[in-house]
């Protein structure tokens, strides 16, 4: 990264740079890249699936599906302009889904917490063990959403 800042580019590209960083080093390079794309006034694309990144460091954010844009603006109007009403968000990677009688027990991991939620074999239907989802709650009734 040091060389391509170093050459002045007009345009930096990053394709998920900190993916395979343990959290606390992600968040000091996130810093760090926020300071270096406000000091030399870069136009940088990042890809990245990981929402608190995009929402940390984007000031527009455009999701593409299929080679399509889908949706484009700021990561608040693009990720929460969703038909979900709900108190409780997070964002996590499914690690097991166990039966458990008539119904599933999906685990997922958030941050360093794993979130077990409930789910039908209808819900699981589209889910899978290192799929990245959305899990929002009202009412304490918990849905997991797909991300991409």
Do not use: C, W
């Not at 136009?43 to 699936?49: F, P, R």
């Not at 409930?118 to 009412?139: D, H, N, Y």
């Amino acid at each position: 990264m040091a060389r391509a800042i170093a050459r002045r580019p007009s345009l930096l590209l990053l394709d998920e740079p900190l993916s395979a960083l343990d959290d606390e080093m992600r968040f000091k390079l996130q810093d760090f890249i926020g300071k270096v794309h406000r000091t030399y006034g870069l136009t940088t694309i990042l890809v990245s699936h990981y929402l608190p990144e995009i929402f940390r460091l984007s000031d527009d954010v455009i999701v593409l599906e299929n080679g399509k844009i889908q949706k484009q603006g700021p990561a608040p109007q693009v990720f929460l302009e969703e038909k979900i009403s709900s108190k409780f968000r997070t964002t996590g990677e499914i690690v097991d889904i166990q039966p458990a009688d008539i119904v599933y027990i999906v685990s997922i991991l958030s941050g360093n917490n794993i979130v077990k939620v409930v789910a039908t074999s209808t819900e699981i239907a589209s889910l899978r063990v290192g799929q990245k989802v959305m899990v929002a709650s009202k009412a304490f009734n918990p849905i997991i959403l797909p991300l991409g």
